[in-house]
């Protein structure tokens, strides 16, 4: 089962500018992570925000959780070709099945 | 270099026939996974181990089978009654929950 949800589905922009992604998901979580996959390559883990966190910075990437509406937003500052790829948000449920649930990714086109 | 080899990166199987994909690892992780990612779509668990000797199924387990018999190794077997076995493999591994490390993925395709 899909566990969480992102939109858009893809987002094109121009290099220099902010993407924004979003992911909602449907049951309590302990954490959000986000991963990127670049074309026909494995996942790379590129933040984790925690249940009791609201915000979180990684260099040129900001996360944020709000848990009352079951969602959480990706921002990508300054954007370069180089961060064309599929974004992906996964969590945990804070129930007994632990296992981590990822969405069905944003496709992000950074254009030179 | 630490990390996790699949292989082999793209392998074709025919009708009837059962398959199997590698993953090795050298990172030290008790816990191994085993997703599948069809075109546009997000990783569905197929299967996953926290511990040698033992492994759970995930949400779509039919039609594989694994084995973990070392820490550093969880081989994937694409049975043949897995109907619709083309997809973008991929294993990963890790301490805890808290971050995947992932393999650059078996693109399986049938005949």
């Known amino acids: 089962s899909q566990q969480g949800e992102e939109d858009p589905q893809a987002l094109s922009i121009q290099e220099g500018e902010n993407a924004t992604m979003n992911c909602s998901y449907k049951?309590?979580?302990?954490?959000l992570q986000w991963y990127r996959q670049n074309s026909g390559r494995g996942l790379v883990h590129l933040i984790l925000i925690r249940s009791n966190e609201r915000e979180k910075h990684s260099g040129r990437l900001r996360v944020t959780l709000d848990t009352s509406k079951k969602s959480s937003s990706l921002l990508i500052t300054a954007s370069r070709a180089a961060d064309t790829a599929s974004y992906f948000c996964?969590?945990?449920?804070?129930?007994?099945?632990?296992?981590?649930?990822f969405g069905s990714g944003t496709q992000l086109t950074v254009l030179p | 270099d630490g990390g996790i080899t699949q292989s082999p990166k793209y392998l074709f199987r025919k009708e009837g026939q059962n398959v199997t994909l590698s993953c090795e690892q050298n990172l030290n992780h008790d816990a191994m996974y085993w997703y599948r990612q069809d075109p546009g779509q997000g990783l569905r668990l197929i299967y996953y181990s926290q511990i040698v000797n033992d492994f759970q199924k995930g949400d779509i387990a039919e039609g594989y089978s694994v084995s973990r018999e070392k820490k550093e190794s969880f081989p994937l077997t694409v049975t043949s009654a897995q109907k619709n076995p083309t997809a973008f493999y991929l294993c990963a591994s890790s301490a805890t929950w808290e971050k995947l490390f992932f393999g650059s993925g078996t693109q399986l395709s049938v005949l």
């Open positions: 996964a969590s945990i449920s804070s129930g007994s099945a632990r296992q981590l649930t």
């Open positions: 049951t309590s979580i302990n954490n």
